[in-house]
């Protein structure tokens, strides 16, 4: 039995640092964690010290809450690991190239299978392959690449016989023939993915690469999109001691029935896997022009985008979501879509409490911020997308034109609103860090955020939007001790070289999982 008057000690402190709650916006110089949560912050840490305490010292630099990814595929990732990553590909021709080698090494007959090619980023043509240029490359071979968004693909004559697309699919785009062209885009892209076996084998080994990735790069959970099977799997990795962070699943909606039969409510799981509602998509992506507009695109005028689901539908699964006590994330991406999600919410009186999303929210009017703040929604940004497409000259300002261009991802409006805001990357790319610097770089500096407002979208905001704020996202005695070392020593580090700033350590629960500096 514990002595009365023996002080409690810690297990790991942290000296020397810049200890950094963005929400308080508060610096102190140590920490102490014991048994896997924070219990002295500053001065106070060092009175529990003893001769068994571990001694970090950070050599000045900034220690966080660890990150928090609001919106990720981890799971997608995992099953992609085999596949070509076509992300650095740097022109149109390059990418042909490096098919037409790969179908030599592989031989015929068998898949070709890539991902993360971005044609709006190619030197020669900004334009997408065709299905007449993968049949020349790889004649012999079916061919499937998927665009960076995941909302479309390229596939060749070969891929198109084997997949057995059906024709008045949504999404399966033919020409003035009636013939496919070979681009797949949203409910044809998804039929098509879910014919391409991937083992689970091939998962579980695509995940241990993956999770060595969240880890390298300072996150400590994910909100993650997942269909039944995969969750499955994510809970088969756990039980092998593969999940090190926490993941907060959101089931597709096309389970929805099931979930509420099994009576499956917010915050079902254990500490590493957490249910917490439905996915439900309501657009889809403004690089493959199926984002929901209310003008056409600026680069294709006889498009404005696909709206998923009807007003009627829409409102039906809000009603039955919202009463089985699920958290529901709605991807709208488009101003139209936004409208729509918008309106059913409201007609559907859904509950404050649950905290539901919008994700993505991009190209969101002043009027939007009223109606959501007025609603109790939450908006789970991507500002990685700011960075990626968003710069003057870049994709969006070619698909939209300069007038939506410069209203979109209003990230500074949406903070001073009062409307809750966490930050994900969607995994494009996986990176908290570049999502930083698209944040405090943005084109349009009414919707630019500080690098301490940033911080807290990534922390405690990505924490609050997942009912998890009691837990994690700041610096408190009590916290679970979840912490990032940043090689920045400050906030104006961060402000004005986010693109050099790297993770170099990771503590999840207590534990040292990472030290680089």
């Excluded at 999600?341 to 905290?355: N, P």
């Excluded at 005695?477 to 693109?499: C, F, P, Q, Y």
């Amino acid at each position: 039995m514990q002595n009365c008057f023996e002080r409690e000690t810690a297990d790991i402190i942290l000296v020397n640092a810049k200890v950094y709650d963005p929400k308080r916006d508060e610096y102190f110089d140590a920490l102490a964690i014991k048994e896997g949560a924070i219990v002295g912050i500053g001065e106070d840490a060092k009175n529990y010290l003893s001769t068994k305490t571990v001694i970090v010292d950070c050599r000045g630099r900034m220690i966080i809450p660890a990150f928090i990814d609001a919106h990720t595929h981890i799971l997608g990732m995992a099953a992609r690991a085999g596949w070509l990553d076509l992300s650095k590909v740097k022109s149109l021709r390059e990418l042909l190239r490096i098919i037409s080698e790969y179908a030599e090494k592989v031989g015929p007959g068998n898949w070709i299978l890539g991902h993360s090619w971005d044609e709006s980023k190619w030197s020669d043509e900004k334009r997408y392959p065709t299905k007449k240029e993968l049949d020349e490359v790889a004649p012999n071979n079916p061919v499937f690449i998927r665009r960076i968004d995941g909302h479309m693909a390229i596939i060749n004559s070969p891929a198109m016989k084997l997949l057995n697309i059906p024709e008045k699919i949504i999404g399966l785009e033919k020409d003035k023939k009636g013939e496919p062209t070979g681009v797949i885009k949203e409910h044809a892209l998804e039929y098509a993915q879910r014919r391409l076996e991937v083992k689970f084998e091939v998962v579980l080994k695509g995940l241990e690469k993956t999770v060595k990735k969240i880890q390298e790069l300072g996150i400590s959970m994910v909100h993650e999109t997942l269909s039944l099977e995969q969750l499955i799997i994510l809970a088969m990795a756990g039980e092998k001691g593969l999940i090190p962070f926490t993941v907060y699943g959101f089931i597709l909606v096309e389970y929805l029935d099931k979930l509420i039969e099994l009576g499956i409510q917010r915050g079902l799981g254990g500490s590493k896997i957490i249910i917490g509602g439905v996915k439900i998509f309501a657009d889809g992506s403004i690089g493959a022009r199926t984002a929901a507009l209310r003008e056409p695109y600026h680069d294709d005028p006889s498009n404005m985008g696909i709206l998923f689901f009807s007003e009627e539908e829409l409102e039906e699964i809000f009603r039955k979501a919202d009463k089985a006590g699920l958290q529901m994330a709605i991807h709208a991406i488009g101003d139209r879509a936004i409208d729509q999600v918008i309106e059913c919410l409201a007609k559907a009186q859904v509950s404050k409490d649950l905290r539901h999303r919008i994700e993505h929210f991009e190209i969101a009017w002043d009027e939007h911020l009223k109606k959501v703040k007025k609603l109790g929604i939450a908006i789970s940004a991507q500002p990685n997308f700011v960075a990626e497409w968003q710069m003057p000259g870049g994709m969006y300002e070619k698909r939209l034109g300069r007038d939506r261009w410069k209203i979109m991802n209003p990230f500074k409006k949406i903070l001073d609103e009062g409307i809750p805001l966490g930050f994900g990357s969607d995994c494009m790319p996986l990176d908290p860090i570049y999502g930083l610097y698209g944040a405090v770089s943005h084109p349009v500096k009414t919707n630019r955020l500080s690098g301490r407002e940033a911080l807290y979208a990534y922390t405690y905001g990505s924490a609050f939007i997942a009912h998890q704020e009691d837990l994690r996202g700041t610096i408190e005695v009590g916290k679970i001790a979840d912490l990032t070392i940043l090689s920045a020593k400050n906030l104006a580090e961060i402000e004005k070289d986010a693109r050099n700033v790297r993770s170099q350590g990771l503590i999840l629960g207590g534990k040292i999982l990472r030290i680089s500096y």
